[in-house]
């Protein structure tokens, strides 16, 4: 059964790759949003991950919004993707990954490169362009996964995109979930795991759950990017009922 899962999850990927190279480049980002949220509902579902949504989903109508959430596995840009198609900013070697990291650049990943300051800046007026430019642009702002039951604290920096861009912050809050409504052991994706060796711990676990709870927008107009990234770790860890002062 694990090999009939894998095969199906191969054979996904090779036709997103196809759909990628020959097909985005002659269609419009309307249906080329289209094409990622249905892509990324079929992964899930191969991965026998049934999403669930909490919140009110009207907010996501907002043309221009920065997406903000915690960061518990890859399988996160999905469940994102599967409501609302963004363009993610994501670490550099994610692009290095089999396949993946190359599905990831052709449907618009940003990728950052830690500690070379002249490209941040560049993302960073990317980032700011395309949020005016009425795209929808997330990251993650603990900047690395963490286990779940764990909120890392947040970086301040992209936040200033929302800011310059005078568009809302949306946050989103992730878990993962097993069939007795326990945190799902598979979901984590930390320390040195890779990316197929969390590949086929999922195939092998039972199915799970994954829980995206909508949270209300807040306005940047007037805020601080610090301001920002402290209210969005707090709404995040209020939906998870993580009690963030019992972790320092």
């Known amino acids: 059964m694990l090999w009939f899962r894998l095969a199906r999850v191969c054979l996904h990927l090779l036709a997103g790759l196809l759909t990628a190279a020959f097909v985005f480049?002659?269609?419009?980002?309307?249906?080329?949003?289209?094409?990622?949220?249905?892509?990324s509902s079929k992964l899930l579902l191969i991965c026998r991950v049934q999403v669930a949504f909490r919140g009110d989903r009207s907010s996501l109508a907002q043309a221009r919004a920065l997406i903000v959430a915690n960061h518990v596995s890859w399988l996160d840009i999905f469940v994102i993707n599967a409501i609302l198609p963004c363009r993610f900013v994501a670490k550099a070697d994610i692009r290095d990954w089999p396949l993946l990291g190359w599905l990831c650049d052709k449907a618009g990943t940003i990728f950052i490169s830690r500690g070379r300051i002249r490209d941040v800046r560049l993302i960073f007026e990317n980032l700011v362009a395309s949020l005016q430019a009425g795209e929808h642009v997330a990251f993650f702002p603990e900047g690395t996964t963490a286990a779940q039951g764990r909120l890392l604290p947040f970086h301040a920096n992209l936040f200033e995109a929302a800011i310059d861009a005078q568009v809302p912050v949306q946050a989103f809050a992730l878990r993962y979930l097993d069939a007795s409504g326990g945190l799902h052991p598979a979901a984590d994706f930390i320390?040195?795991?890779?990316?197929?060796?969390?590949?086929?711990l999922i195939l092998r676990s039972d199915a799970m759950h994954a829980e995206l709870v909508i949270l209300p927008q807040m306005a940047s107009d007037g805020a601080h990017r610090r301001e920002l990234a402290q209210a969005a770790h707090a709404a995040i860890a209020a939906a998870l009922d993580i009690d963030v002062d019992a972790l320092v």
């Not at 320390?191 to 086929?200: R, V």
Request: proline content about 4%.
């Open 191 to 200: 320390g040195e795991m890779t990316f197929a060796e969390s590949m086929l």
């Open 25 to 39: 480049p002659f269609t419009s980002a309307v249906v080329r949003s289209r094409l990622v949220k249905r892509w």
